[in-house]
């Protein structure tokens, strides 16, 4: 069998450690989900269609050490997010098997150029310049379902010990399962995939030096320091 010759070597595949054990979770692609708390300027208003972007799987790190500062920002800010990962492939999952595709959960930062998004939104463009830059994805380790189970508890965040985030997972708009059977309708989901599942109200800008602790009840913690502006 001929070898495949590749113009260049390519990078080693983006990974995520599993809690407890020596092993990695592959990461494939990364699916977001916009607003899926309630916020207050969305206070009484009805369920609206779930919103989807993409981070690419570069952006996920190791929830550990420092947040890089991204460039082309005077507006950074963190958005704590319960992540799911998929072990296994499927299309047109029902909303009742969803949960079956689930091989773990993770605790993950949505961090953000706001004032980057806010432009976007206000021209009609996409949001990616907001999202995807160089460690705009800190991630914990990966829980697996038949460690921990689907968790329930409250997801929280606070910059040097004083909270700026906190609701419950049973506040999601759209539930982990009705998430995947969505995105699952429109792209068949792969194992190594991550969902993460958007933010509770609370986001804040970040300054340099400013120390996050955050956390998902079941799934872990992290504690980061954002780095100098660039």
């Not at 916020?39 to 550990?64: E, H, I, L, Y």
């Not at 699952?184 to 509770?200: E, H, K, Y």
Request: charged fraction near 20%.
């Amino acid at each position: 069998m001929t070898m495949t010759e590749y113009v260049f070597t390519p990078d080693l595949p983006v990974t995520l450690p599993v809690a407890g054990s020596q092993q990695r979770f592959p990461v494939g692609r990364v699916f977001c989900v916009g607003r899926n708390y309630p916020w207050p300027d969305t206070q009484g208003q009805s369920r609206q269609p779930p919103v989807f972007f993409m981070k690419p799987a570069s952006n996920v790190v190791d929830a550990t050490g420092e947040v890089t500062f991204p460039p082309l920002t005077e507006e950074f800010v963190h958005e704590i997010e319960l992540v799911v990962a998929i072990g296994e492939g499927g299309a047109n999952i029902p909303e009742s098997q969803a949960l079956a595709y689930v091989w773990g959960y993770a605790v993950g930062l949505d961090l953000t150029r706001r004032d980057v998004q806010r432009a976007a939104k206000s021209n009609g463009l996409p949001w990616e310049g907001a999202k995807v830059f160089d460690g705009a994805a800190p991630m914990t380790a990966i829980v697996p379902v038949t460690r921990a189970g689907h968790p329930d508890g409250e997801l929280w965040l606070n910059v040097n010990g004083e909270e700026r985030q906190r609701d419950s997972l049973d506040s999601q708009i759209w539930s982990v399962s009705e998430i995947i059977s969505r995105i699952s309708q429109s792209v068949a989901l792969r194992a190594g995939d991550l969902i993460m599942t958007g933010s509770p109200a609370g986001v804040d800008v970040l300054q340099p030096g400013d120390i996050i602790n955050a956390g998902i009840d079941g799934i872990g913690q992290l504690e980061m320091r954002v780095g100098q502006r660039p």
